[in-house]
């Protein structure tokens, strides 16, 4: 069972199924340590949840004010269950819900200010990652990437990218990013 920290939806709970054995949603506390390294939250912000699996992460950011959250998610019992939980909440007006794989979703035509990703840990996805988004027409050299690894898992980041904050929760590797400005 997860529960949503703060914001309008702040005690809201909801299941996530034992029986998957991909799914691995962010812990209370490591969403608590992403949003506080975050800062403030905008409520005008344009978010992604990226890997969106049970949408914990751009839920959280719903519920803190987010004007908009695109969750992208390849698994479609995982796309039918978040769009029944948005239903429920009465949130589908601010969100979409996108059944794609998420390198492969050419996003949205509005810039996104942050990108939630969770891949699946250790399967070396960071270099792919960084370098769709460096592409991605949706980002800009203001969009934060939240990144959550493994807590083991080293990273090197490419020139093109700033660390802005790392961190090591429980079991994950926090990392929020920022494309450089060009010049």
């Given at each position: ?44 912000s344009w978010v992604m949840d990226?890997?969106s699996g049970t949408g914990a ?96 898992e080293k990273v090197t980041l ?26």
């Amino acid at each position: 069972m997860l529960k949503i920290i703060a914001g309008r939806h702040k005690g809201r709970t909801f299941t996530v199924p034992s029986t998957s054995e991909t799914l691995r949603p962010t812990l209370g506390r490591v969403r608590q340590r992403i949003f506080d390294l975050l800062g403030p939250f905008p409520s005008s912000s344009w978010v992604m949840d990226g890997f969106s699996g049970t949408g914990a992460l751009g839920l959280e950011a719903l519920s803190r004010g987010a004007a908009f959250v695109v969750f992208v998610e390849k698994d479609p019992l995982e796309v039918q269950r978040l769009r029944k939980r948005l239903a429920a909440w009465q949130e589908t007006s601010c969100a979409l819900v996108v059944a794609s794989d998420f390198f492969i979703y050419p996003g949205p035509e509005h810039p996104i200010d942050i990108v939630f990703l969770d891949p699946p840990y250790r399967k070396d996805m960071f270099r792919r990652l960084l370098k769709h988004l460096s592409r991605a027409l949706w980002t800009t050299s203001k969009t934060r990437v939240v990144l959550e690894l493994a807590r083991d898992e080293k990273v090197t980041l490419p020139p093109e990218w700033i660390l802005l904050k790392e961190r090591v929760v429980g079991p994950s590797h926090l990392l929020i990013l920022q494309k450089k400005q060009e010049e």
